[in-house]
């Protein structure tokens, strides 16, 4: 089990664990229609909490809460590897904020809990996302045809998966 008191400190900002009170502003932030166009409000109230498999971290700048980011490990030591989804709040756009929350969990995944690949899935339009995520070093991989249902239309989009590797970082 998780240490609630543990911290992954960056430069300009900390991850820390989800806590109930951070449930409201992050939902505030899902309601967004620039942030909720990529990550859809969860309809099951008790979201961040709702799948045990899934570790999600607040992202605090200056004591603030402005997104989350959270990771989904793999355990079958023959396919090791982590996952990682990100968003951060309007107020937090455009101050290279992802890049360095991403690149934050990502050391902490490979340096703590020693996986030697992340991947991440962003939809294919999500261009900003994907520049985000190159940025730091993730390598486009290939095209995840029909992959998830698009919040917009209700019909299914494509995602790129991208990866990284530990000596790539």
Known sequence: MRNENERIEG?????RPVV???VPTLRDYLRDPGVGRW???PEDERWPFDDDAVTPWTIEVDGQVAGMIQYLEEADPDYRHASIDVFLGP????RGLGPEAVATLVRYLIDVRGHHRITIDP?????RAIATYEKIGFRRVGVLRQYERDVLTGGWHDNLLLDLLADEL
């Not at 430069?11 to 991850?15: G, Q, S």
């Not at 107020?91 to 455009?94: C, E, L, N, Q, S």
């Open 20 to 22: 109930a009170d951070d």
């Open 123 to 127: 939809a294919l339009e999500n261009e």
């Open 91 to 94: 107020p937090f756009h455009g």
């Open 39 to 41: 990550w859809p409000l």
């Open 11 to 15: 430069e300009r900002l900390r991850l």
